[in-house]
């Protein structure tokens, strides 16, 4: 006995307290256990691991995906920063304080913008819709020429006005660019007064040529056309009056920074919010489903993990006789305890380890070949997918900790039995 007394001691000075629960535990897991039922538990919790760890990280990677989808349509409508006064409707822009605004670094376009509910009127059909009166420095700076689906983003064709619709706008009103009838734009006096008698007397209405359709995201489709400040502030008597400034900034231009510099030449009369903000409940909606879809796998894996407990709690009773052996060798509980929690650790990282490669494999073939197609018309013809390393980390992590608790319980509940 105290020959393998030293023996043990010599082993263990070799490998290290930290090495040999380590290499015994692996030859636990790979060696074939003598009843074969625990094989196969054990091979059904590390698939079943391994599977939802794939789950966790297809699913997280296509909601990023959307979520940089919708950012990029967002981007092509919205602008970096959105000015709007904080009481009212209307302000007038042209003060020292928006001069200091167009002189700040980064700013690209200062645009002035006139945006109002209108009743749109053409060859009998009627629609309600947004009109978003912009300038020149608008179109100068903006992507949305490039969503252009039909004629071209013109708003002037010489001396005469004209609109760019949404498709969704197009459509209903049976809009089309090779007509040669004007869209008629309905909206209230400024006064608010409303004639009974002769409710159209209560309007004002304006001729406008449609010159293009655009195609962005339905939302925007079906409620905006855009239309010349000028002829928006003639609909609505506007002086030089506006409802918004919207700020575009240079690329490398630090948004945050902008924004609160912005805010302290403005003050607390007009309000700043950027992309986010100016979306701010959409965004949460879709954070609030990418949280509650994580959880939910999460907690599919922590049912998983109770197949290791059972394997782990198998492999504690059949390897009685090898935990006496390595007692009467000089092996303390401690070092005991870790074998078998290392051996149920490894089950729940092997499945981890497999289940990240094969997940980010299926990622990475979704993006190249778009293995997957989106149903219906949409903007893209493959379910979008966008893999974030900070989220494979995260998936990585959480599941092992929960592996790490399935292995403990069933250790813990063995040297209570010891004890």
């Given at each position: 006995?105290?020959?393998?007394?030293h023996?043990?001691?010599?082993?263990?000075?070799?490998r290290g307290?930290?090495?040999?629960?380590?290499f015994?535990?692996?030859?636990?897991?790979?060696?074939?256990k003598?009843?074969?039922v625990?094989?196969?538990i054990?091979?059904i919790?590390?698939a079943?691991i391994?599977?939802?760890?794939?789950?966790?990280?297809?699913v997280?990677?296509?909601?990023?995906?959307?979520?940089?989808?919708?950012?990029?349509?967002?981007?092509?409508?919205?602008?970096?920063?959105?000015?709007?006064?904080?009481t009212?409707?209307?302000?007038?822009?042209?003060?020292?304080?928006?001069d200091?605004?167009r002189?700040?670094?980064?700013?690209?376009?200062?645009t002035?913008?006139?945006?109002?509910?209108?009743l749109?009127?053409?060859?009998?059909?009627?629609?309600?819709a947004?009109?978003?009166g912009?300038?020149?420095?608008y179109?100068?700076?903006t992507?949305?020429?490039?969503?252009?689906?039909?004629?071209g983003?013109t708003?002037w064709?010489?001396?005469?006005e004209?609109?760019?619709l949404?498709?969704?706008?197009?459509?209903?009103?049976?809009v089309?660019l090779?007509?040669?009838?004007?869209?008629?734009?309905?909206?209230?006096?400024?006064?608010?007064?409303?004639?009974?008698?002769?409710?159209?007397?209560?309007?004002?209405s304006?001729?406008?040529?449609?010159?293009?359709?655009?195609?962005?995201?339905?939302?925007f489709d079906?409620?905006?056309?855009?239309?010349?400040?000028?002829?928006?502030?003639?609909?609505?008597?506007?002086?030089d009056?506006?409802t918004?400034i919207?700020?575009?900034?240079?690329?490398q231009?630090?948004?945050?920074?902008?924004?609160?510099?912005?805010?302290?030449?403005?003050?607390?009369?007009?309000?700043?919010?950027?992309?986010?903000e100016?979306?701010?409940?959409m965004?949460?909606?879709m954070?609030s489903?990418?949280?509650?879809?994580?959880?939910i796998?999460l907690?599919?894996?922590?049912?998983?993990?109770c197949?290791?407990?059972?394997?782990?709690?198998?492999?504690?009773?059949?390897k009685?006789?090898?935990?006496?052996?390595?007692r009467?060798?000089?092996?303390?509980?401690?070092?005991?305890?870790?074998?078998?929690?290392?051996e149920?650790?490894?089950?729940?990282?092997?499945?981890?380890?497999?289940?990240?490669?094969?997940?980010?494999g299926?990622c990475?073939a979704?993006q190249?070949f778009?293995?997957?197609?989106?149903?219906g018309?949409?903007?893209?013809n493959?379910?979008?997918v966008?893999?974030?390393w900070?989220?494979?980390?995260?998936?990585?992590?959480?599941?092992a900790?929960i592996?790490?608790?399935?292995a403990?319980?069933?250790?813990?509940?063995?040297?209570r039995?010891?004890e």
């Amino acid at each position: 006995m105290s020959a393998a007394r030293h023996i043990f001691g010599f082993v263990l000075r070799r490998r290290g307290r930290g090495g040999l629960p380590f290499f015994i535990a692996r030859r636990y897991l790979f060696a074939k256990k003598s009843h074969n039922v625990i094989n196969i538990i054990s091979l059904i919790s590390a698939a079943g691991i391994m599977i939802g760890t794939l789950a966790l990280v297809v699913v997280v990677s296509v909601y990023n995906g959307f979520d940089e989808l919708v950012q990029s349509m967002y981007h092509t409508f919205d602008a970096d920063l959105r000015i709007t006064p904080a009481t009212g409707k209307v302000f007038t822009p042209h003060s020292a304080i928006f001069d200091e605004v167009r002189r700040q670094p980064g700013v690209v376009s200062f645009t002035e913008v006139v945006e109002e509910n209108v009743l749109l009127e053409y060859r009998g059909y009627q629609d309600l819709a947004t009109i978003k009166g912009i300038d020149s420095a608008y179109l100068a700076a903006t992507p949305l020429p490039q969503t252009i689906v039909e004629g071209g983003f013109t708003l002037w064709h010489g001396e005469v006005e004209q609109a760019v619709l949404g498709r969704g706008i197009a459509y209903k009103l049976g809009v089309g660019l090779h007509f040669i009838d004007p869209l008629l734009v309905h909206a209230p006096k400024r006064d608010g007064r409303l004639s009974l008698l002769n409710p159209e007397a209560s309007l004002v209405s304006e001729y406008i040529y449609p010159s293009g359709i655009f195609a962005i995201e339905q939302s925007f489709d079906n409620t905006y056309f855009f239309a010349p400040i000028a002829f928006a502030r003639r609909l609505f008597d506007y002086a030089d009056e506006v409802t918004a400034i919207e700020i575009r900034l240079a690329p490398q231009a630090d948004v945050a920074k902008v924004q609160r510099q912005v805010k302290t030449i403005l003050g607390a009369a007009f309000v700043v919010k950027n992309r986010y903000e100016q979306h701010e409940t959409m965004y949460r909606m879709m954070k609030s489903e990418k949280a509650v879809i994580y959880a939910i796998l999460l907690f599919i894996l922590v049912v998983i993990s109770c197949n290791v407990l059972g394997s782990l709690a198998m492999l504690i009773i059949e390897k009685k006789d090898d935990v006496l052996t390595l007692r009467s060798m000089g092996a303390d509980e401690r070092l005991i305890n870790r074998i078998f929690l290392f051996e149920g650790w490894m089950i729940s990282l092997l499945g981890i380890l497999i289940g990240i490669v094969l997940g980010l494999g299926l990622c990475v073939a979704q993006q190249t070949f778009g293995l997957i197609p989106m149903p219906g018309n949409f903007l893209v013809n493959a379910y979008p997918v966008s893999i974030q390393w900070f989220d494979v980390a995260l998936i990585a992590v959480a599941v092992a900790v929960i592996g790490y608790i399935a292995a403990w319980l069933p250790v813990q509940y063995a040297k209570r039995g010891a004890e």
